[in-house]
């Protein structure tokens, strides 16, 4: 593979190389990449802005995450939070810091994936900045929405009696990085092993190029449903409903049998000796919604069928509870349940 | 001093911690940090968006630059951007990652000079990130401001005739650089010798403590003066300038005799046998602004001490030249200038 060098391009010439095929879709972006500071028209909306910083050997690592997934998967984590908010993704920035063992291939590839998220969930690139690192790839990741005045939907009003709803499937995403990490340690044993991971593709995915929720949302704003408390799961189910019932000051119940666990993160925690509901409860990074809704919105969401009610909210402030298969009731902890009680 | 272990606080812990006591001052933060986003009203006005990262032995050394002074600057360079847009900041967000070399102390530390630069120019700390780092300390900073609809400046409406303008004095962080950094290396090769930088703390504080041109856009706007383009000074004034003409299609003459060059500066490159026209030329990070205006705007910018006009823009597209105190034409060059025209 060709390998050019970045130095050869210098600061401004790989800017204007990473940008070049830029495009703007959002009537909103007025000005953007290649000058001091990008400008935005919200006409009217309230603006959403969400930040993360990613880093190598902390948040990813590069034997296995290939460098167009982590362009993707840098944008989607913050328009998860965005949708997160009830609000829709228009903008990002992007910042990212690299040693010299990169190329400029390397980050082509990278800025591949940054496009290809920014096509399918509809927001422009309009700025941000790059730097060498002493040490590996850090990626800062600014992401703007909007969403109508005062529609916006926070951690704190979550309700007695409330739905606590989840889009999609919980803990395949843990699952995918436990194999890949297994596969990293048999690999560094022994390099001459190839890793096959051609049957477990879809826990694999769920890692490597996660997506964010605009169905969903889109899904809430057609059925004119607000709900009343909402964030999206990164770092695990449990952590989530927690948080939520601390900032609401409530309750949760939550029932085993109704969490979403995809057949294949099933089979596979089975063949670790992992329990799925373990999984699903405390793995992070699938960037899922959790959201709590009224009552009388149940017969409009039983109609999407992404979309699963989990359980429901108590006034019982900061009590999260989990009723098993079996009929027991666990608290619900950050990292597991408690079986002391 | 003493030490807390961040570990002690977890990382919702170390946030509260870090933001338990910040303030809200615009009107147009309607939901500042503690959930998936961040809401803001922007009331009709257009949103300006800058962001840059921070790193650890690239951007900073923590051995002369006091945490509280680098917190102080990561925010003040990002609304030197939005200043630059002839915008006003009015929303900052801020990450950092830190190696495990980093106490709850150093972060406290951090934190006042990102507090303080927040309340001197009237911004609103909104969100963030923290995380680890396997290396050094990192800052994303992402800054938000707000414009009357179009009258944003970018570095493109330059025109003939029109005059180049500078605020400040320039060169003086360069120099302040310089002197650090010699310090630096004698104290690594004499650590019984403390540095003594008493008599130089304007170059010293130029370059730690910079500030953003708030004044002078205020002044811009108080007196209608409406500039064709505009950028501040990170890299140094010829780069700057360079940067206008090609985006403007024009080209530039200016005067050395009228760079604005402190005092201070000019005798302590003297000391070091540098030229004070070549510092205030390229030295970077002066976080001035330099910008051009129509003619007819001449004569209420000779009102305001803190701005020099230094030069005109002409027809000749990239050519950028000074003229120097002895009357010749040399070629402006990002590094220098060319001495063989």
Chains 1, 2 share one sequence.
Not at 92 to 114: H, P
Not at 251 to 259: N, P, Q, R, S
Not at 289 to 312: A, C, H, R, W
Request: net charge negative; glycine share 8%; aromatic share 8%.
């Amino acid at each position: 593979m060709e390998r050019t060098e970045i130095n050869s391009l210098g600061e401004f010439g790989l800017i204007d190389h990473l940008t070049r095929n830029n495009e703007t879709r959002q009537a909103s972006t007025i000005l953007s990449v290649g000058d001091d500071a990008a400008v935005i028209d919200t006409f009217g909306k309230q603006t959403v802005v969400s930040t993360d910083l990613l880093i190598e050997g902390i948040h990813f690592d590069l034997m296995y995450t290939p460098l167009k997934h982590l362009g993707y998967k840098s944008v989607v984590v913050n328009l998860s939070d965005i949708y997160a908010m009830n609000a829709v993704p228009t903008q990002i920035t992007i910042s990212i810091a690299f040693s010299n063992r990169f190329s400029v291939e390397a980050l082509d590839e990278f800025y591949e994936g940054v496009y290809a998220a920014c096509e399918k969930y509809n927001v422009d690139l309009i700025g941000g900045d790059t730097s060498s690192s002493q040490k590996g790839f850090i990626i800062s990741v600014t992401a703007l929405g909007e969403v109508v005045p005062d529609k916006f939907v926070t951690r704190k009003g979550a309700q007695k009696g409330d739905l606590i709803c989840v889009t999609g499937f919980l803990g395949g995403a843990f699952l995918g990085l436990t194999l890949l990490e297994r596969e990293k340690k048999i690999y560094l044993e022994n390099p001459g092993v190839q890793p096959d991971l051609e049957n477990e593709s879809y826990i694999v995915g769920r890692l490597l190029k996660p997506e964010a929720q605009k169905e969903a949302i889109q899904f809430l704003q057609d059925n004119d449903i607000m709900p009343t408390s909402m964030m999206d799961v990164s770092d695990g189910l449990s952590s989530e409903i927690i948080h939520i019932c601390r900032q609401s000051q409530c309750g949760a119940v939550i029932y085993e049998d109704k969490l979403p666990i995809h057949e294949d993160s099933r089979m596979f925690a089975y063949k670790l000796e992992l329990d799925p509901t373990m999984c699903a409860l405390n793995g992070g990074e699938d960037y899922e919604l959790v959201f709590t809704i009224k009552q009388e919105d149940y017969e409009k969401m039983v109609l999407n069928e992404n979309i699963s009610v989990i359980g429901y909210i108590t006034e019982d402030i900061e009590k999260t509870k989990i009723i098993t298969k079996g009929g027991n009731t666990y608290d619900l902890k950050a990292q597991g349940w408690n079986h002391s009680k």
